[in-house]
């Protein structure tokens, strides 16, 4: 196992300085484009540490035996989220370039002016700071515990993960939900949707699950994963994807059911753009293929039940979230046609490649599982159905 996650971190590395270098390229003979593709990619890699983190806080709030082989892979996710804080700096430096009401002449539209006092370049800012320390504060702590448990086998210091989650899964919500309308739906300020922060981060965690599942039962063929892991724990991570499939499903229906009844002119144009102009076969796509056919595969229980039939579907989720994020974020740039620019491709493959690599590293520097905690030596006994 340990072997594996070297060769991968070794293997994104090297994807990522790839990456990286065509980013470089893209910054120079095409900036404005490089700054679209960056910031779609960041807010897919950098959700996906901020995923793991809110399943982290799930898992102590309410317990349950699921968590204990995903924890560690939830803490190297978690931990990567300060490194992604200084990745956020070209979003930052660039932010007349990218969002329409830190220009000059936003001074002269009423709409923009009418959210000022929230839409300002210092405020927004503060508040990315604010998000990251945070997550942060969470991600390191939780983590700090959890290997000091290992160390000690203190069982009072579940406990205290506990305590902690319960409250901070609250404040991670909001947080969470407030970045992601300061990142996202701020490039389009004359439109807004109370539902959209939440929607977003209910499909960061789904993502997150996707990946941590996919990597569970990759290391499951190896000890020390492989010696705990059984089919009711595949069964159990299944129905988490699956719930998480439905509640995105119920939440997105939900925000274009509202706008769509309304008919207002201030909401509408936020689909007109995403359902015109080749755009709309994308969302055609994610229909079928990020709620219907997981939804169909997922409700089968010998599915969930066997790794080789849930690993697919876990890479599946994860290549259509990507479509979404892509879906929700460049119809702000490209509203006339559905545009893909090579950029695009080079920023998933930098930001996507540093990430994972930062990851393998967090993955690398604990036990794969917490074997002090007597949640994890409870486990049922079964044979693991590959």
């Known amino acids: 196992a340990l ?30 484009a490089f700054l679209r593709s960056y910031l779609f990619a960041y807010i897919f890699w950098a959700g996906l540490g901020i995923g793991c983190l809110g399943i982290l806080l799930l898992h102590h709030t309410v317990g349950g035996k699921w968590g204990m082989v995903i924890r560690r892979l939830c803490e190297a996710g978690a931990r990567t989220i300060p490194f992604m804080a200084p990745l956020l700096l070209p979003v930052l430096l660039a932010m007349p370039q990218l969002y329409v009401w830190a220009r000059p002449e936003a001074a002269h539209d009423a709409a923009i002016q009418a959210k000022a006092a929230y839409l300002n370049v210092p405020f927004f800012v503060a508040r990315s700071v604010l998000y990251f320390a945070i997550w942060s504060f969470y991600a390191y702590t939780l983590s700090r515990w959890s290997r000091r448990q290992d160390a000690t086998g203190d069982s009072t210091l579940a406990a205290r993960m506990r305590a902690l989650s319960a409250p901070g899964l609250l404040v991670f919500t909001f947080a969470s939900t407030f970045a992601f309308v300061d990142w996202i739906m701020s490039l389009e300020p004359e439109w807004f949707s109370t539902m959209y ?16 599942i996919a990597l569970t039962i990759i290391l499951s063929r190896w000890d020390p994963i492989g010696r705990y892991i059984t089919p009711q724990h595949f069964h159990d991570l299944g129905n988490l994807l699956l719930a998480f499939t439905v509640l995105w499903a119920y939440l997105a229906f939900s925000q274009f059911l509202i706008i769509w009844a309304g008919n207002l002119p201030d909401e509408v144009p936020w689909y007109i753009r995403r ?13 079928v293929f990020h709620f219907c056919l997981p939804f169909l595969l997922l409700l089968q229980r010998d599915i969930k039940r066997r790794a080789n039939l849930l690993l697919p579907i876990c890479f599946l989720m994860l290549a259509v979230r990507m479509v979404d994020v892509f879906w929700v974020v460049e119809p702000a740039f490209y509203a006339h046609s559905a545009q893909f620019h090579w950029t695009d491709l080079a920023a998933a493959v930098g930001v996507g490649g540093v990430w994972l690599a930062l990851f393998f590293w967090q993955a690398g520097e604990a036990p794969l599982l917490p074997l002090q905690d007597s949640r994890l030596a409870g486990a049922p006994r079964e044979t693991a159905a590959f």
Do not use: K, T
């Not at 965690?205 to 941590?212: G, S, T, W």
């Open 3 to 32: 072997l594996f996650i070297q060769r991968s971190r070794s293997r994104a590395l090297v994807a990522g300085i790839a990456g990286v270098a065509l980013c470089l390229a893209g910054f120079l003979f095409d900036r404005q």
């Open 197 to 212: 922060g939440v929607m977003f981060v209910v499909g960061l965690v789904l993502e997150a699950f996707a990946l941590v």
């Open 275 to 287: 359902l015109g102009q080749g755009w709309g076969w994308v969302a055609i796509f994610l229909v």
